[in-house]
């Protein structure tokens, strides 16, 4: 299985708790971490010089890098500092009426006309999401607000000098050693204490790099597909999670019971990379203040020509996208898919063949 060298890599913890015992002089405390009723297991913290580093990005499994160096001008960014350098360019900024940030696809709003989306973006300036920021900070966080705008021209000077001196040598180099395909975008992440972003998959390598707060990212296999019940591809809410991890339905979503994660809590410096296809959830720390991230997304690979068997668990995961894209297109309703679906396998496949 592809996630041995992480599940050998640390030992469980126990249900509800973090994967973290003892942790010391590293910033933040277990009473910051949001309880869930999974076990998790460490995710490797290693230097970048470290070959077990390389051999888990080669096998696309996930690590926190700890000294890249590769956003070390950003790491003097504040909330001062960016907004007397970031630039009058418009922000999306996202609005949401409690800690979770689910993310839906505005363009598949019209595949489901009763959906009702948890949160609503607005385009503002930097100076307007502060503003914002602390009005939720001053009304309890009732009501709270997210920033994530890919970083573009309309930055100021003083921004662009800092990304131009990001350790691109060391990033390129990973880029090119794996084949992936070109840098789609960075993405300036900027939330309030608590916020959550359920789990969900990106169909993209990531490099999440921490500059300012901390934030706990759980990550879970694509072999663990089953257990997360993703929402319908037609669906605005597309490669997320159906299950309510603070409140799970058990009747809904048996499988969630076996779900295992991977966690690390990230700081100013870290690095972690999140394999194409591979499930995280990412919270803010709880009384952390505000946390500054930015993305590195990169197209993966293209497929090879010769098809080894078996196949990996994502390649799986992209041959059932396919499928339902498909079924979407030939049936001209997405509504009738899984109608289809069900009909084709229901009474055939439970026994194998007589």
């Not at 705008?149 to 390129?172: A, M």
């Not at 037609?234 to 779900?259: A, G, I, L, M, T």
């Amino acid at each position: 299985m592809a996630t041995a060298t992480v599940v050998e890599a640390e030992s469980a913890s126990s249900e509800g708790a973090s994967a973290f015992p003892g942790v010391l002089s590293s910033g933040w405390t277990d009473s910051q971490l949001r309880k869930y009723p999974f076990q998790t297991r460490q995710i490797p913290r290693l230097s970048h010089t470290d070959p077990r580093a390389e051999i888990l990005i080669d096998n696309e499994e996930p690590v926190v890098l700890t000294d890249t160096n590769l956003v070390y001008p950003a790491l003097k960014w504040d909330i001062n500092y960016l907004q007397e350098n970031i630039g009058n360019g418009d922000f999306s900024v996202y609005i949401a009426e409690n800690h979770k940030f689910l993310y839906y696809d505005e363009k598949k709003l019209s595949n489901f006309e009763n959906f009702v989306p948890k949160s609503r973006r607005i385009e503002m300036k930097f100076s307007e999401f502060v503003e914002k920021m602390h009005q939720a900070e001053e009304q309890g966080g009732k009501e709270r607000v997210y920033l994530q705008q890919t970083l573009n021209d309309t930055v100021g000077r003083k921004i662009v000098v800092d990304f131009l001196g990001f350790n691109w040598n060391w990033i390129n180099k990973q880029q090119t050693k794996r084949n992936w395909g070109q840098l789609t975008s960075n993405l300036l992440l900027i939330g309030m204490e608590g916020n959550v972003t359920p789990a969900h998959y990106d169909e993209q390598q990531n490099f999440f790099a921490q500059i300012k707060g901390h934030k706990r990212c759980i990550l879970f296999p694509p072999d663990q597909f089953e257990c997360l019940y993703p929402f319908p591809v037609h669906h605005p809410c597309d490669r997320q999670s159906q299950v309510d991890f603070e409140n799970p339905d058990y009747e809904r979503f048996p499988k969630f019971k076996d779900v295992i994660g991977y966690e690390a809590v990230v700081g100013p410096g870290d690095v972690l990379y999140i394999p194409m296809y591979w499930w995280h959830h990412i919270e803010s720390l709880l009384n952390g203040g505000v946390t500054i991230t930015v993305n590195f997304w990169y197209k993966g690979a293209p497929t090879p020509k010769r098809i080894e068997y078996p196949l990996k668990a994502h390649q799986k995961v992209a041959i059932m996208r396919n499928i339902e894209k498909m079924l979407g297109e030939a049936l001209g309703d997405p509504h009738e898919v899984g109608p289809l679906l069900n009909m084709m396998i229901k009474g055939r496949y439970e026994q194998g063949p007589s």
